[in-house]
């Protein structure tokens, strides 16, 4: 089976801090992402990688970065945290082929 | 938008009734896929259809597809308190898959 896995499932972080979260696949995907969660607003793609050292930005990359340096790990980075980054970050990864995803089991990140 | 979108926003059943949420969308599909997300975890795939099928089986779950109506529906028979989540049907980009709020299914034992 596949696993993905987010480094932790809550964090709480103070204004301005400096956040990583990690996600690691075990299935050798080419094609890893961040997204986050937010009700009403449903699931928003902040950064993808289909390669290591390879980034695209998503939908909302404003106030991220992320780093790929192992084909197996795909960390986002939370540059100086700020309270409206409050919310739920879910990492997935696919194959080249890109229809279908595999979730890790979330971050729920409050910032304080 | 190029989401998917899930209708009803929410849903609730007893226990052993077929359960029913459809999905719109809005640009030519190569496929459509179906995930389900329970409270507070993180999203797990649960069928894919192709654009030239029209229906798809899993176990309980009963996919159709209707390209001339970009739309699909998600039957789940014989419900459980277990199938109590989110269901998606995420559009496929360039790039990604483009999610909506999908619909919350709630099965009340």
């Known amino acids: 089976d596949v696993k993905v896995t987010q480094s932790s499932r809550y964090l709480v972080k103070r204004t301005g801090e400096k956040v990583f979260l990690e996600c690691v696949q075990d299935?050798?995907?080419?094609?890893m992402f961040w997204y986050r969660q937010d009700p009403g607003l449903g699931l928003r793609l902040i950064y993808f990688?289909?390669?290591?050292?390879?980034?695209e930005k998503g939908d909302i990359p404003e106030g991220y970065s992320v780093s790929r340096e192992k084909k197996e790990r795909f960390s986002l980075i939370l540059e100086s945290a700020s309270t409206n980054q409050t919310s739920m970050y879910l990492c997935?990864?696919?194959?080249?082929?890109?229809?279908?995803?595999?979730f890790g089991p979330g971050t729920r990140l409050l910032v304080l | 938008s190029q989401q998917g979108e899930e209708d009803p926003q929410a849903l609730s059943i007893q226990e052993g009734e077929n359960a029913t949420m459809n999905c719109s969308y809005k640009?030519?599909?190569?496929?459509l896929q179906w995930y389900r997300q329970n409270s507070g975890r993180g999203l797990v795939h649960l069928i894919l259809?192709?654009?030239?099928?029209r229906e798809k089986h899993s176990g309980r779950l009963r996919v159709t597809l209707d390209t001339s109506k970009k739309s699909s529906s998600l039957l789940i028979t014989a419900s459980r308190a277990a199938d109590t989540a989110s269901y998606f049907c995420?559009?496929?980009?360039?790039?990604?898959?483009?999610f909506g709020t999908g619909t919350r299914l709630t099965v009340i034992p």
């Open positions: 990688s289909y390669d290591v050292k390879m980034k």
């Open positions: 299935m050798d995907h080419e094609n």
């Open positions: 997935a990864s696919s194959q080249r082929d890109r229809e279908t995803q595999y």
């Open positions: 995420p559009q496929t980009g360039a790039n990604n898959l483009f």
């Open positions: 259809i192709r654009s030239n099928e």
């Open positions: 640009t030519s599909i190569n496929n």
